[in-house]
């Protein structure tokens, strides 16, 4: 068998690759380890996944779930008062996105992706990568539709969207370096019922500290609320002994905030209790001749801002992008992987700083925001003292999207707000007022890679060069 790309994995990266290669032409063979729906946590979306996800075309799909719709978060965090992130108030109405069940989102965007024209195989364990050279040039994984027979597939590009699995980076290159800092446990459950703090936007999260870590707060269709805990690992390892199950420590530990405990009250725990490790790593290299590692394949960071969808759909915009780009001669492959390399990890990278940032939690707000407008771009577009917008911008994944625009005010990330617009009138048509997306608008200045003069390019999908 020969496919001109082959995907890992059918989480949001993996899907969301192979749906927009598939739309564009491309024969799209995506291998999925499970069969879904299957369980996931990562329920609270940035903003900036409604633009990609509508670039992809599956956006009315998601509307038309239900899902309360995402418009900020609330943070309690450390000695100071509430701090609310409105998008709505920041941006203007149009901004949001949703707080999902994954199973079930997930399964929305794989199905999408066999609608689109993508090859999907669930229940196929890939074994390895092989390589001519430092090229990937083909895949063996084992077929369930042929009693779990091995197979090789010739590709002519990989996409690892296989997760923190990591078939390129964990188990081929072996190149991953763990972050310390973030050596994170998280423990949470589901309640029927409850309730987020008075001020949190609409659909928003609450983000609560903790002496030794923080929780989360997530309405979820149907009233249920998801409620976890996470803390460092030498934190979790000295409480876990102390209980005789998990489920006595989770609720051990939400009746120890006195927030969260009041945001449950009456509300009705139901089993089962999740735990799972988020150690924080990054790869050496995010692609190479052949490849692209796209979400937690290359890097994952926290749960702290919900930033890993966001990583995860935005580097499967470039890496889909830099493939088709390269397909059609628009750029070399050389460039192509410095443009994706370059995007991808200075987008992990400036949340990465801002996310420590955020857990030196006693020094206060006006450092976070501080902290963020050093690292967007010198010339600011808000208007007035609205440092604040800047943190918001970053962690909403609306910076990403700036980087990857094109070098005038009507490039590729323009064509996509407006989209993502008009999207959102159709549903809040009784609500939407004037859009205010100034922050989201692309600048000269906001050209990621000066030096090459590449910027993303949406239709068609691609790389554009700018003019010299």
Known sequence: MTKKVLVIGGGPGGSTAAALLARNGVDVLLLERERFPRYHIGESLASSCRVVLGLSGVVDKIDAQGYPAKRGALLR????????????????????????????????LLDHAVEQGA?????????????????????????????????RTECDYVIDASGRAGVLSAQHFRNRSPHEIFRNVAIW???????????????GIDVISHPEGWYWVIPLRGGVHSVGFVTHQK?????????????????????????????????????????????????????????????????????????????ALYSAMLASASILATIRGEVTE??????????????????????????????GKDSYFWLAQRMVREKERLAGDRSNAAFVEIV???SDLRDAGGADGTGAMTELIEEAERAQQRVDADEAGPSNLAPL????SDLHDAASGLYLVTKPLGIGREER
């Not at 040039?137 to 027979?149: F, H, L, N, R, Y």
């Not at 309640?191 to 659909?203: D, R």
């Not at 420590?249 to 009456?266: F, N, P, Q, Y």
């Not at 192509?336 to 940032?357: D, K, M, Q």
């Open 77 to 108: 965090w450390g000695a100071e008062e509430d701090w609310t992130i409105d998008w709505s108030e920041l941006f203007g109405t149009n901004v949001s996105s949703w707080q999902v069940e994954r199973d079930h989102f997930d399964k929305i």
């Open 119 to 151: 090859d999907v195989r669930e229940g196929a364990t890939v074994k390895r990568v092989l390589f001519d050279g430092a090229r990937a040039c083909a895949v063996e994984w084992t077929d369930p539709a042929q009693g779990g027979e091995l197979v």
């Open 189 to 203: 459950g589901y309640w029927k019922g409850g309730k987020t703090l008075p001020n949190t936007p609409a659909g």
């Open 235 to 311: 934190n979790f390892l000295e409480k876990r002994p102390k209980y005789e199950s998990a489920r006595e420590m989770l609720l051990s530990v939400v009746d120890e905030s006195e927030t969260v405990r009041d945001l449950m009250a009456g509300a009705e725990f139901t089993e089962p209790v999740r735990i799972e490790q988020d150690f924080s790593y990054v790869a050496d290299q995010f692609c190479g001749p052949g490849f692209f590692e796209v979400g937690d394949a290359a890097c994952f960071l926290d749960p702290l801002l919900s930033t890993g969808v966001h990583l």
């Open 334 to 363: 050389t460039e192509a992987a410095a443009f994706y390399e370059t995007l991808y990890r200075n987008a992990y990278a400036r949340l990465l700083v801002l996310v420590s940032g955020v857990y030196e939690q006693y020094e």
């Open 396 to 398: 909403a994944g609306l």
């Open 441 to 444: 608008r692309i600048d000269p």
